[in-house]
């Protein structure tokens, strides 16, 4: 590991880019309201730059995988993301608004390596011992940039048009590129290149969040979680003008939550081993679940502590996420395993957004009773899972095995493929 490099300068290079891309999507959403004077040509290119995001997440992290430097690699995406937010700042008003909406869709094929591509990499920058510690750390990289991107946005978007807020989504992104440029090489990575396809790597990846029982259940639950989390973003702006007096105060309600996951990941932090992760990601969606019922009553008292309370679910639910990706993704696969996770993160939550708002037309306080049923159904799934794997055990291949095994079937002189799917206590991991 390259001595020059520090773990506080990937903090404040991901801290920068993550909130450049919070930022990306509610100043294009603006940007597009003000050049366009549409509702409908905003909200296009925020679901553009969206919704490609499922597929450019497993390729771009299979092809960090197989990169020697991978920081170059992710310096690229993070460049080629800024100069697509700059061509649709230049294109937009005087092309025909599909090309532009193309362009922003192509912008979303490089959005999870903002988030997940930065991940991947931190087992190569701490030694184990001090991963859970800068694990968490990552996390509230996340919730600092929920918490400040939007707002930023729009602060930006009144005081100086909706054009600045790109402009500055743009600057932040490009002020993480030397932290990106810096992060160590793979040195599993050959090289005279890999010895196999991107297709078959793909699947390769694939195969192991299913294999892996810990990591499929994980995924699963965050996942379906993450659809009653876009609801309940979208039913914000309604809650603040039915409770609150005005659309704009959703925006404090959201403050609120994000505030609160970033206090609950600076106090894991400072613990990193006070949460069991499988225990953690099923106990925080219950979390979730009783935080949107309570949110249900539309009460402005009520509101605010339901929005804290989500708050102290979703931040230790997504280091949680993190510290079972790290524990049981296999080390050639890691960045493909993360990406693949943000971007089905970002599907589950276009789709709650999608629903929610529709449902909210109808009755707000049934959207959030419906957004507290995915979480239910997420915690069942995780159940599910749990109970699943005390079946027979599942054969474990070299690509699938986490590194624990691995090293283990070291030690043993056992073949990594003998290992059951059963390690210890379902709910506890580790």
Known sequence: ????????????GAAAARTGDEMSGPALLLVGIAVTDSASAGSALLSGIMISAAVGGPVFGAMLDRSAAPGRLLTGALAAYSAVLV??????????????????????????????GWTSQLPRLVEPGRLPRANALDAMTYNLASLTGPALAGAIAILAGATSGVVAAVALIILALPAAWT???????????PDTSVVADLAAGFVAIVRARFLARATVTSVISYIGVGMLVTCSPLLGEEALGGANSGTFLLAAL??????????????????????????????????????ATVS????????????AGAGPQLTALFAVRHREAPE???????????????TGYAVGAGIGGPIATWSLSGSL?????????????????TVAGRGPTVKRTKDTASPREQRAAALSGERVDQFPDERGDDLGGL
């Open 332 to 346: 050639r696969l890691r960045g493909q395993i993360f990406t693949t996770g943000a971007s089905l993160k970002i």
């Open 369 to 385: 009773v419906v957004a507290a049923g995915f979480e239910v159904l997420a915690a069942v799934a995780f159940v599910l899972f």
């Open 183 to 193: 992060l160590p090489g793979n040195p599993s990575a050959s090289g005279r290149g």
């Open 1 to 12: 590991m390259p001595t020059r490099y520090r773990l506080p300068l990937y903090i404040a």
């Open 300 to 311: 402005p008292v009520y509101l605010f502590v339901a929005m804290v309370l989500a708050g």
């Open 87 to 116: 061509a649709i700042l230049l294109t937009l008003g005087h092309l025909p608004l599909p090309v532009v909406i193309a362009t922003a869709v192509f912008g979303g094929l490089l959005g999870p390596a903002l988030a997940g």
């Open 258 to 295: 994000a505030a609160a996951s970033l206090a609950a990941n600076a106090l894991l932090a400072k613990r990193p081993d006070s949460l069991r992760p499988d225990t953690a990601v099923l106990g925080s969606t219950l979390v979730l679940a009783a935080a949107f019922l309570l949110a």
